[in-house]
């Protein structure tokens, strides 16, 4: 993570996200897969175990 964060405040080319953790690429290559209105979906009033379904759904990453 210090290796990221370094790069991130010393880079001339900075981006907008940087990969850090074990999670990080399953996460960033779902939210590719998701439309918008998905995403935002996932923000709504959501029982856990629904939540739960669509992060492994969509993330390939299950929640305990």
Request: net charge negative; with cysteine; aromatic share 10%.
């Amino acid at each position: 993570m210090a290796e990221a964060i370094f790069e991130a405040i010393t880079t001339n080319r900075p981006r907008l996200r940087y990969l850090v953790g074990a999670d990080a690429e399953g996460l960033a290559a779902g939210r590719e897969c998701l439309s918008d209105e998905e995403w935002v979906a996932m923000g709504g009033e959501l029982s856990d175990e629904e939540y739960n379904e669509r992060f492994k759904r969509y993330f390939g990453i299950e929640l305990r």
